[in-house]
């Protein structure tokens, strides 16, 4: 054992492994409670239509379908990423990442062209229960999307600026567990909002 007091507290690594991974697996969990209650909600309030209109009449399937599309493709694109940083090809994961960003960037235009002609047909969330739930679900969905893409850029910077460092791989795994997460809830909105929404 050292003779000099002062060694016996020095730490080689501060940051505890796999801290951060557990912290973001732990925000995750609340991200579902938030998704939850706002499911929960739309199951309560999805047929209050208040002689507004039903989602079988405002739904368009095929728009919906290809927005879903994109954002199922962002996620393999992403996994894509994440095997060329794994060889630690820096070319190659900022070129996926930059093609996860934009197939993030069509998904939230379709979005948001969909809520646009929903309002500018007087379907907007003041209407009914339905569609005030609609809103607040989709919605909710579409600013993770965002955050998710702002970061995405954020990062895209980082690796451009540092490389592929031991940080900036463990802040790529987070979003790809937050990017992946958000598919996972949008299958539940497209299957539980708009394909039961277009039944009668």
């Not at 630690?88 to 998904?107: D, E, N, S």
């Amino acid at each position: 054992m050292s003779a000099d007091p002062s060694a016996r507290y020095y730490v080689l690594e501060h940051h505890p492994e796999n801290g951060t991974l557990l912290g973001f697996w732990m925000y995750l969990m609340s991200d579902c409670l938030i998704f939850a209650c706002l499911f929960a909600a739309y199951a309560v309030l999805g047929r209050n239509y208040a002689g507004g209109p039903s989602g079988a009449e405002i739904f368009e399937l095929p728009v919906v379908a290809l927005n879903t599309a994109f954002l199922l493709l962002s996620s393999i694109t992403y996994g894509f990423a994440m095997l060329t940083m794994a060889k630690k090809q820096k070319g190659a994961t900022l070129v996926w990442l930059a093609i996860t960003g934009v197939l993030g960037a069509c998904f939230l235009t379709l979005e948001l062209q969909e809520f646009a002609h929903l309002i500018a047909e007087g379907a907007g969330p003041q209407r009914s229960g339905f569609l005030t739930s609609f809103f607040a679900l989709v919605g909710t969905h579409g600013l993770h999307v965002t955050f998710g893409i702002v970061w995405l850029v954020t990062l895209m910077f980082q690796v451009v600026k540092h490389g592929l460092t031991p940080e900036n791989g463990r802040r790529l795994m987070c979003l790809s567990m937050f990017w992946h997460f958000l598919d996972v809830v949008w299958i539940g909105v497209f299957t539980f909002v708009y394909l039961m929404g277009v039944l009668p």
